[in-house]
């Protein structure tokens, strides 16, 4: 199936850009922040109600870092979370987050997925017609669901997008 583009709006016109950030919960932030820092070269931002009074009025914990041009706030979960089975890497009905890298990093990533010993599926060769060329999947230690995938049309995609201020 295919999808006719040409009547939506993007850019300026529709004021959205792009996704700016998300956030998603974790179990443990020590644990969160040495993966996405460690495995997945995050660097740390910024902190939210890092304090003992704040838990026990139920104020939200935030801590976020930056890939690339995306903003990512981890906040711990309020709720206990069920860890997915270990050999599910694809999302639960196939939900996941997805991160862009260049094809040139793609390597890279794997090489740091193994090296820090994170199990995951790929690389997984997306159809030739399509947009996408590799995907790996996995999880965070706290079983959220992240495919990096790099493009076959990267070369014609927006460079040095500028979302976050710079502090």
Not at 127 to 136: D, R, V
């Amino acid at each position: 199936m295919s999808i006719d583009d040409s009547n939506l709006e993007s850019g300026p016109e529709s004021g959205m850009h792009s996704l700016n950030h998300t956030a998603m919960p974790v179990i443990d932030m020590d644990a969160a922040e040495t993966f996405y820092c460690d495995v997945l070269g995050a660097m740390p931002h910024n902190n939210t109600c890092f304090t003992y009074e704040d838990v026990k009025t139920g104020t939200a914990i935030f801590k976020s870092f930056i890939i690339g041009d995306f903003l990512l706030a981890l906040t711990v979960a309020r709720n206990p979370m069920e860890m997915p089975p270990a050999e599910q890497f694809r999302g639960a009905h196939g939900y996941r987050h997805g991160f862009q890298i260049s094809r040139a990093h793609f390597g890279e990533i794997k090489a740091s997925l193994v090296a820090h010993g994170v199990p995951y599926e790929g690389p997984v060769v997306h159809p030739e017609a399509g947009p996408f060329g590799e995907s790996l999947y996995f999880k965070d230690p706290s079983g959220n669901f992240l495919e990096f995938v790099w493009r076959r049309d990267e070369d014609a995609l927006p460079k040095n997008r500028t979302y976050l201020s710079p502090e």
